[in-house]
Every structure is written in C-alpha cells, then in structure tokens.
C-alpha cells in the first residue's frame, strides 16, 4: 500500500520519494525495535542446552557433576556482561554486538568440533571456557540491542523488556524448527546452526542500532500491543506444531513447511512497522512544507529580516548540565532518592540491590537449574526422547509468555493501579515453588505441568527485575547495572545446580551402580533411574526459592512509598525541557533556511519589479 502511494508519482518523482522514505524507515526508532527483535530471537541459545546435553555427555564420557559444571560455566558466561556493559558506556553498541558475534561464533563452534570429534578430546576446563565465551555473547547481544532499545522507549520500558525477552525466549522453540528443517534429527548439528545463525543476524544489523533522540508519540503503546499480538501468534503456531511433532513424525518436507511458517511469522512485525513510519512520513513532509510556507510569508511581510537577526541563540545549559559531579568513591554510601541516576558503586552497595540479587538468585537459579537437567530429569524419569525435545519447546514457549505478560502487565498495573513490580516478582517467586514440588514428587506426566510452570516463572522473572533496576537506580548507567543485576543468575545457578542437583544426581547413580554390583570405568558416563535421582534436590531448591521470596518482600516494604509517586515523572519533566530546547534549535535553522529561500526569491524579483514599473509609466 505504501509503495503503491509513493510510486504515483510523475515520473522520477515516485521513486525519489520511494528512496526517502526508506531512508527514513531504515534510520527509524521502529525499524531499530524490529531489527531488535530479530536480534533477540536469535540470542536464546543458552536456553535449549537441554537439547544437546547429552551429546556433549555421552560423546566426552562426562558424569552428571562435569555436565552441570560445563552447565554453569554456559551460564555463568550468558550473564557474566558486566564487561559488556562497561564497553559499552564507552562505545557505540555496533561494537558491542560485533564483539558479540564473533565470540557466538568462536564458542560453540569449537564446542561443535569437540562433539563431532574433529578435535582431539578437549579437557573439562577447555569445555567450560569455550561453552562460556559462546554463551557470553548473549550478554553482549542484550546489551547492544535490549539497553539500547530501553534508553530508546524510556517511558515504555516495562513493555519493551517483556516484548524483547519475550523474543530471546521464544528462540529455544524457533531454533528447534529450523534445526529440524536444516539437518533433521542430528541433535550435534544443532550446536553448529547455534554458531552461525545468530552471528548472521548481528551482522546484518550491526549499524541499525545505535541510541537515537527520544520522541513523544501518542500511539506508541498500540504498536507494541500490534507487535504483542503478532508474537501471540507466532507463540501459538508454535506450540500447535509442538504438539503435531509429538503426536505425529514429521517427515522433512513437513520439517520445512514449519520452519518457513515460523520465519514469515518472525518477519511479520516488519509491516507494522513499516506501515507505522509510511505514516509518520507523510506528516513530517507536510509539516516541512506548512512551516517552509509560513516562514516565507513571515519572512516577505519582514525584509528587513537577514540571517543574522534571524539566528537564534543556542540553548543555555540548565542547572543540572552545570552541577558538578563528586568523586564516584565520595559519595557510595550517600546515594540519591530511589528514581534519580545513581553512580555504579552506589547502585552495588546499595541495600536495595543486595536484595534484589539474593532474591533472584534463589528464584532464577532454582528454575534455570531445572531447564538444563530437563533431559536428565526426563531420561531419569522413563519419559521417550522425543517428550524431552516437547519439554523443552515447552519451556521455551512458556518463558516467552512470562516475559511478554510480566512485561505489559506490570506496566498497565503500575501505570493504572500503582501495583509495584517488586510485589509481583514476589508472587512470580512463590509460583515457581510449584513447578519444583512437580518435579520432586515426579507423579505421573507431571514433568508437562512442571515445564509450564517453571518456563513461565523463570521468564517472567527477568523483565521485572531489569524494569526494577532501571526505576530505582536510574538509566545513566544501566548498561553496567542491567549485567549486574543478570549475573545473580550463574550464583544461584552454581549453588543450586553444580553442588545440590549434580553432586546429589551423581551419589544416588553411584549408589544404584553399586547395588548392581557393577564397578564404574574410567569415562563411563554415570546414569540414575528413578524419583529419587532429582527428589532431594529439587526440595531444597524449592525452599531456597521461598528464602528468596520472603526476602523479596523486605524490598516491597522498602519501595512501596516510591512505587505510590509518579515514577516517571522526573523523566518526563527533563524530556519536555529537551523538547523545548530542540524545538528551539529547530526554529533557529528553519528561519535561516528562509531567509536563504528569500534571497533566492529576491534574486529574480527586480527585473519583473523593473517591467511592472515602466508599465505603471506608460
């Protein structure tokens, strides 16, 4: 429809506007958002580790304790991005996902040469750094494109973390159709698509992001809920073929029918967008042409008017740009009110974020534990190979719901009712208790229930505390403080999955191999059937994860007078005055820019002046 409007045109004319405006929607914020989208979509690789676990176990002869170390170490490197966030404060965030890109790459492309044995056998500590410089790119991605897309849409921030996390959590069930399409059921293979695609997708947009000027827009949250409802489908079309592949066997056609579904799906949100800036587009132009006419008239009505008495002054800078700012090591334990900017060390050693961080540690660790053994768990279990594969689409679609509903719903309550996002991280904490007790008791197909619910919970989990930080504690740094906040995730997950879950995995195998009378070899790998293997476990993951929610509700007390006040309110007041200010700039150049189209006009004006006179004479 946009095409066909601007190609109406007379002759060269179509096409010249055909080329503004893609220059102006490939240089947009929404066009930034969508490229976003993509990005994240190709981010959720750490996620599906459940998927090749086995491999790399089986295929090195690692036990259970070497799995979930390599297990901690992917995580540790997913959510260690305080580097990423320190690099950057200080570059433009095309560095920071090119950077990125290349450590996808490098990372499980070596992982992919150690499982396939092209290379020789690779040591326990060479696994975990590879594992972990591959899944530090996640990190990088987050904060090249999530950060930027949050400074971006300041006044949004709740729904553009929920939408975007949405995407990173969906990536586990995309992945899983494309890999089925590309290379059927080689599960190793998997691991190598990990390494290129999402490199790919960086690339392809490394220049497209890049903080730009925030503008006010009416309907700014309607185009989110567009996008919200597109992702619903896409959600649902997956789950719908999840349950068609478990029921059914897909034959590779079939494999390829999906795949190409899932990836228009992906792409649909590129017509909202470029629909949205076709109209932006043509109020800007016939508001240049308004003010150009305007300006003329004031200009012709005014000649004695010249470009210097047209120029205005530059904006002064107010009081705040000439405050000046105290050593960051003065002022650590004097921090401003909840909402203002705060320095880094302020915001680590604050009392709010201590919480914050054992509160999700508990939370976070405990269901990322059961997301990476969900294959142990349901081979220990009986279940077939092919409901472990369903287990994990399922968690990757449920961790997309809680992300996006978290994200929009505690935007609209907060917005609406005052409802503050740290309660809700409180209840999110107590419902995650369920999903650990399923998998404790192990009763018949509970692991399906245990799937959803811990998908969802550890999904809606991270836009609550990423729109946390940003309210308390300011955007000025959030690039630094939005990793920080993300490396609770590998302590609770080292506590939780490498000391509790696998130590107690590997002395319940032990003892079932001993009862057997069978002595264990060198590099056998160490396997245990039955419910007791994660019982134990998962009972004391399930009271860590209520220590952490109880400690959570300390922060509710803490930040109930804060969440009752117009949190946005400073931000909306300093936006204004940059508005005005620019406002300002504008008016100063499109004045010099009329006067120039005066002297222009004026060029040609005395000869028709002279004719007209000797006319009058005659």
Same mark, same amino acid.
């Given at each position: 429809?946009? +095409?066909?409007?601007?190609?109406?045109?007379?002759?060269?004319?179509?096409?010249?506007?055909?080329?503004?405006? #893609?220059?102006?929607?490939?240089?947009?914020?929404?066009?930034?958002?969508?490229?976003? =989208?993509?990005?994240?979509?190709?981010?959720? %690789?750490?996620?599906? !580790?459940?998927?090749?676990?086995?491999?790399?176990?089986?295929?090195?002869?690692?036990?259970?304790?070497?799995?979930?170390?390599?297990?901690?170490?992917?995580?540790?490197?997913?959510?260690?991005?305080?580097?990423?966030?320190?690099?950057?404060?200080?570059?433009?965030?095309?560095?920071?996902?090119? *950077?990125?890109?290349?450590?996808?790459? !490098?990372?499980?492309?070596? =992982?992919?040469?150690?499982?396939?044995?092209?290379?020789?056998?690779?040591?326990?500590?060479?696994?975990? =750094?590879?594992?972990?410089?591959?899944?530090?790119?996640?990190?990088?991605?987050?904060?090249?494109?999530?950060?930027?897309?949050?400074?971006?849409?300041?006044?949004?921030? #709740?729904?553009?973390?929920?939408?975007?996390?949405?995407? +990173?959590?969906?990536?586990?069930?995309?992945?899983?159709?494309?890999?089925?399409?590309?290379?059927?059921?080689?599960?190793?293979?998997?691991?190598?698509?990990?390494?290129?695609?999402?490199?790919?997708?960086?690339?392809?947009?490394? &220049?497209?992001?890049?903080?730009?000027?925030?503008?006010?827009?009416?309907?700014?949250?309607?185009?989110?809920?567009?996008? !919200?409802?597109?992702?619903? #489908?896409?959600?649902?079309?997956?789950?719908?073929?999840?349950?068609?592949?478990?029921?059914?066997?897909?034959? &590779?056609?079939?494999?390829?029918?999906?795949?190409?579904?899932?990836?228009?799906?992906?792409?649909?949100?590129?017509?909202?967008?470029?629909?949205?800036?076709?109209?932006?587009?043509?109020?800007?132009?016939?508001?240049?042409?308004?003010?150009?006419?305007?300006?003329?008239?004031?200009?012709? @009505?005014?000649?004695?008017?010249?470009?210097?008495?047209?120029?205005?002054?530059?904006?002064?800078?107010?009081?705040?740009?000439?405050?000046?700012?105290?050593?960051?090591?003065?002022?650590?334990?004097?921090?401003?009110?909840?909402?203002?900017?705060?320095?880094?060390?302020?915001?680590?050693?604050?009392?709010? *974020?201590?919480?914050?961080?054992?509160?999700?540690?508990?939370?976070?660790?405990?269901?990322?534990?059961?997301?990476?053994?969900?294959? @142990?768990?349901?081979?220990?279990? #009986?279940?077939?190979?092919?409901?472990?594969?369903?287990?994990?689409?399922?968690?990757?679609?449920?961790?997309?719901?809680?992300?996006?509903?978290?994200?929009?719903?505690?935007?609209?309550?907060?917005?609406?009712?005052?409802?503050?996002?740290?309660?809700?991280?409180? !209840?999110?904490?107590?419902?995650?208790?369920?999903?650990?007790?399923?998998?404790?008791?192990?009763?018949?197909?509970?692991?399906?229930?245990?799937?959803?619910?811990?998908?969802?919970?550890?999904?809606? @989990?991270?836009?609550?505390?990423?729109?946390?930080?940003?309210?308390?504690?300011?955007?000025?740094?959030?690039?630094?403080?939005?990793?920080?906040?993300?490396?609770?995730?590998?302590?609770? *997950?080292?506590?939780?999955?490498?000391?509790?879950?696998?130590?107690?995995?590997?002395?319940?195998?032990?003892?079932? *191999?001993?009862?057997?009378?069978?002595?264990?070899?060198?590099?056998?790998?160490?396997?245990?059937?039955?419910?007791?293997?994660?019982?134990? %476990?998962?009972?004391?993951?399930?009271?860590?994860?209520?220590?952490?929610?109880?400690?959570?509700?300390?922060?509710?007390?803490?930040?109930?007078?804060?969440?009752?006040?117009?949190?946005?309110? &400073?931000?909306?007041? %300093?936006?204004?005055?940059?508005?005005?200010?620019?406002?300002?700039?504008?008016?100063?150049?499109?004045? &010099?820019?009329?006067?120039?189209?005066?002297?222009?006009?004026?060029?040609?004006?005395?000869?028709?002046?002279?004719?007209?006179?000797?006319?009058?004479?005659?």
């Amino acid at each position: 429809m946009a +095409v066909a409007e601007l190609s109406g045109g007379r002759g060269g004319c179509g096409w010249r506007e055909m080329r503004g405006f #893609g220059l102006h929607a490939f240089t947009s914020r929404w066009f930034m958002l969508f490229a976003c =989208i993509l990005i994240m979509t190709a981010a959720g %690789a750490t996620y599906i !580790f459940g998927m090749y676990s086995n491999d790399i176990k089986s295929s090195l002869g690692f036990d259970q304790s070497t799995l979930n170390l390599i297990s901690f170490s992917k995580d540790l490197g997913g959510n260690l991005g305080v580097i990423s966030g320190l690099i950057n404060e200080i570059t433009p965030p095309w560095v920071v996902l090119l *950077m990125g890109a290349l450590m996808n790459f !490098f990372g499980y492309f070596m =992982i992919w040469l150690a499982v396939t044995a092209k290379i020789p056998k690779p040591h326990v500590w060479q696994m975990c =750094i590879c594992i972990a410089i591959g899944a530090n790119s996640q990190s990088f991605a987050n904060t090249g494109a999530l950060v930027t897309c949050v400074k971006n849409f300041p006044e949004s921030r #709740g729904i553009v973390l929920g939408l975007l996390k949405g995407f +990173v959590g969906l990536s586990g069930a995309v992945f899983t159709q494309i890999y089925h399409s590309i290379y059927g059921n080689n599960s190793k293979s998997l691991i190598l698509l990990i390494a290129w695609l999402p490199s790919a997708v960086s690339f392809v947009f490394l &220049r497209t992001i890049r903080i730009m000027k925030v503008v006010r827009q009416e309907n700014e949250l309607k185009i989110f809920y567009k996008l !919200f409802y597109l992702s619903l #489908g896409l959600a649902g079309f997956l789950m719908l073929i999840i349950i068609l592949q478990n029921r059914l066997t897909f034959t &590779r056609l079939e494999y390829h029918v999906s795949a190409s579904i899932v990836v228009v799906l992906i792409f649909l949100p590129l017509l909202v967008i470029l629909k949205e800036e076709f109209t932006l587009w043509k109020f800007q132009k016939q508001t240049l042409e308004k003010n150009k006419i305007i300006q003329l008239e004031i200009i012709s @009505q005014n000649p004695q008017t010249n470009g210097s008495s047209s120029s205005s002054p530059s904006p002064q800078p107010t009081s705040t740009d000439l405050r000046k700012s105290d050593s960051c090591f003065q002022n650590i334990f004097k921090p401003p009110e909840r909402g203002e900017n705060y320095t880094i060390l302020q915001a680590l050693f604050s009392v709010d *974020m201590l919480i914050l961080f054992i509160s999700t540690s508990c939370g976070v660790g405990g269901t990322l534990t059961a997301i990476d053994n969900l294959g @142990q768990i349901g081979t220990s279990l #009986g279940y077939p190979t092919q409901s472990i594969s369903t287990f994990v689409s399922l968690v990757s679609i449920w961790n997309y719901l809680g992300r996006v509903v978290a994200g929009f719903s505690s935007e609209i309550l907060l917005t609406k009712y005052k409802f503050p996002r740290t309660l809700m991280l409180t !209840f999110v904490l107590l419902f995650s208790c369920v999903g650990h007790l399923l998998i404790a008791f192990a009763v018949s197909n509970s692991l399906y229930f245990a799937s959803i619910v811990i998908g969802f919970c550890f999904g809606a @989990q991270w836009p609550l505390m990423f729109a946390i930080i940003s309210e308390i504690f300011g955007l000025k740094y959030y690039s630094t403080l939005y990793n920080f906040g993300a490396f609770a995730s590998p302590v609770g *997950m080292y506590i939780l999955s490498v000391k509790v879950a696998g130590s107690l995995y590997d002395k319940e195998a032990m003892k079932q *191999m001993k009862a057997l009378g069978h002595v264990r070899k060198a590099g056998e790998e160490l396997s245990c059937n039955g419910v007791h293997c994660y019982r134990i %476990a998962f009972l004391v993951i399930t009271a860590a994860t209520l220590f952490g929610c109880l400690v959570s509700v300390i922060l509710v007390l803490r930040t109930r007078e804060f969440y009752k006040g117009d949190i946005y309110k &400073r931000f909306r007041q %300093a936006m204004t005055t940059a508005e005005r200010e620019m406002e300002t700039e504008t008016e100063a150049v499109k004045g &010099r820019d009329g006067v120039a189209q005066l002297n222009r006009a004026e060029a040609s004006v005395p000869a028709k002046s002279s004719v007209s006179s000797s006319m009058d004479d005659r």
